[in-house]
């Protein structure tokens, strides 16, 4: 079996494009999205290609997804989260403005599919068992880890997990590495990576 992790898409539809074809090329037999498929310039249209894929494809909400539910949200209560999250920090106004603008070109039917990914999924993957797919980490979407952060940090989080293999995202920048017992994949950013190569990043198994 052969699954493709793409995360962070933002709306970026040709991204999202290059990287279904190489998808194709790679004969995958199952997709994962995970999270933040919007805000972005083509939230609409993003949104129903992946809705309309052919292949078997698992959705999970990122951080992105909650500030747009809250934003939906708000325009029918007038009472405002703008992240989508407990905290109900406000962020920069220029971020407030683009969730605004994504939350009105989606239309109403979007917003209960959206509401409908769940936190975390599981799947049995050949050769890496039982693997965990997490916006950032299984506890908290926004919560930013990179591959120079300190193990002794992250280990709590990872520890209880019991699963050898996590797939996350969240700030756009792919690694792989060892937190404990659990081997830890950042799927990177198809729509927006910071990398030195500016192109779209997807992870497959095989």
């Known amino acids: 079996m052969c699954v493709a992790a793409l995360y962070d898409i933002h709306g970026n539809l040709p991204a999202l494009e290059a990287v279904l074809q190489d998808v194709r090329q790679a004969d995958v037999d199952q997709i994962v999205v995970g999270g933040d498929v919007v805000p972005g310039p083509m939230p609409r249209e993003t949104l129903r290609r992946l809705l309309d894929l052919k292949l078997p494809t698992h959705f999970i909400y990122g951080n992105g997804e909650l500030a747009i539910l809250a934003q939906m949200a708000a325009a029918r209560t007038g009472s405002v989260n703008y992240w989508g999250t407990t905290s ?8 407030v403005e683009v ?9 109403p039917e979007f917003e209960p599919v959206l509401a409908r990914w769940p936190k975390t999924l599981k799947l049995e993957i050949d050769g890496l068992g039982q693997v965990v797919f997490c916006h950032s980490t299984p506890r908290n979407e926004t919560e930013v880890f990179t591959r120079l952060t300190a193990e002794d940090r992250l280990v709590p989080i990872f520890e209880g997990l019991h699963t050898p293999v996590v797939v996350c995202g969240h700030t756009h920048m792919q690694f792989d590495r060892m937190i404990g017992k659990t081997r830890v994949l950042n799927a990177g950013s198809v729509g927006m990576p910071f990398w030195r190569v500016r192109r779209a990043l997807a992870l497959t198994w095989t």
């Open 88 to 95: 109900g920090a406000r962020p920069p106004e220029s971020i």
């Open 99 to 107: 969730y605004r603008w994504t939350a009105a070109k989606l239309e």
